[in-house]
């Protein structure tokens, strides 16, 4: 007795164990993802571009690490005209249910028989024991078979695998050899969001590690790779040669790549192109005109602050307490105002009291960086009559002055200290002690004498007169 054959075994296919089912999703919609994905697009934006649910794109940039593969990146090559497409196959679905024949589809398609003829055998749906042609189908096995996955660099090279890791993830030691495994440190998931508890390490990070390698090994040329191999283990499942705990090791401690393009598009959305500092008058820039402030904060402990304020021309500096009511009578509630001088309505108080009672021509514009003290700058433009311009992302030196003011404030309020404890009258001391100092830039006059000259020299010119 002779056991009868399924038609599907002659299909040439290796058998399939569980495939699972065909995803809904294909080349182009993989390659519109991670396209938005490279723009600066969340993965749920990305999604919703590539017509693919949010929660398939949150898989997909997870599985892959936050990096796009090889195959579906933007500079990829465009797959070849040899291959099918999934609007021929569609086509070939639908001819093939009217009963046209292969020579038929072919002529039609511009196709030769025999590639018709082994694109029905090879990428039929054969779960039922026949060969059953449905596009979706056939184009998932044809995606599939396409793979053709290489083992990674560090998979097929132990010694380099295990440079890598000793200058990644090796122990921090002493003079005499001891290691030291040092404090746990948990990161604060509020604000950073998913990453791995630290701990002490040799922590090279990878470009590190990969410049060094001709260094130490000038003479193997198989000891080389790139830093973005290296990431790329780190991130990526299944790669096999790094764990993802060793992302503990790396400064960010991030367990997924953050595109480049999402980081630069972030910001604070109340900073808009007309603030800027590039619109900011030109009598500003050169201290043509007094007037003009530049402002900052400086930090202590239980998120404390103290604010300054300094004059371009005089070097007058004003600095304040944006403490709020309240501070210190109860327990800090949690999503309350930052009663301790932080906040933006904090803020706003404070500086609107400091220089309300300037006289006018003292009151012309003040440049800030772009804090989130400042989000309501609309309001202190109305209520301290002042001008708000922004300085430029991570742009210290366009208010370097006021950088080097807060240098000489902290000799008297050290870092890692709480600025709370101090009060409004030794605030107001330290800046007449400050404003006391003289200064080479202003021929050795104090601030607060060549800002006396500027309020002299304009009480003495004539006020115009309109006839």
Known sequence: MTKSKRRSGRSGRRPLHSPGRPSASGRAERVSFWAAIATGSSSEDAAALAGVAQAV???????????????????????????????????????????????????????????????????AATRSGDFQYRATT????????????????????????????????????????????????????????????????????PEQIARRLPI???????????????????????RGALRRELTACLRCGRVLRVPGARTRGRGWGFVAPEIMISERPAEAADRAVPGHWEGDLILGLNRS?????????????????????????APRVKNAPPLAGHGATAVREAITRTIVGLPGELKRSLTWDQGSEMAEHAQLRVDAGLDIYFCDPHSPWQRAMNENTNGLLR???????????????EIGAIAAALNARPRKTLDWKTPAEALDALLRQAEKQPVATTA
């Open 57 to 123: 794109g949150a898989r997909w940039f997870r599985k892959a690490g936050g990096m796009a593969p090889t195959i579906y990146k933007p500079s990829a090559k465009p797959l070849s005209g040899r291959y099918l497409s999934l609007g021929e196959r569609e086509e070939i679905a639908l001819m093939r249910v009217k009963g046209y024949s292969m020579q038929a589809i072919a002529c039609r398609l511009g196709r030769a028989a025999s590639t018709i003829s082994r694109e029905l055998r090879r990428n």
């Open 138 to 205: 056939a184009q998932w096995h044809a995606e599939r078979s396409a793979r053709r996955p290489k083992p990674s660099k560090l998979a097929g090279n132990q010694a380099l695998c295990d440079y890598e890791h000793e200058r990644l993830a090796g122990l921090v030691t002493t003079v005499d050899g001891g290691a030291l495994a040092g404090p746990r440190v948990t990161w604060n998931g509020r604000r950073h969001g998913r990453r791995q508890e630290r701990r002490w390490a040799r922590a090279w990070n």
């Open 216 to 238: 130490d090994f000038p003479d193997d040329s198989t000891m080389r790779i790139s830093h973005k191999a290296i990431y790329q283990s780190l991130f990526i499942q299944g």
């Open 305 to 329: 602050a103290i604010g300054t304020l300094v004059e371009r021309i005089t070097r007058f500096t004003m600095p304040y307490l944006p403490r709020m009511p309240g501070y210190g009578e």
């Open 411 to 425: 000799q008297y309020f050290p870092k890692g200290t709480d600025l709370s404890a101090h009060s409004r009258d």
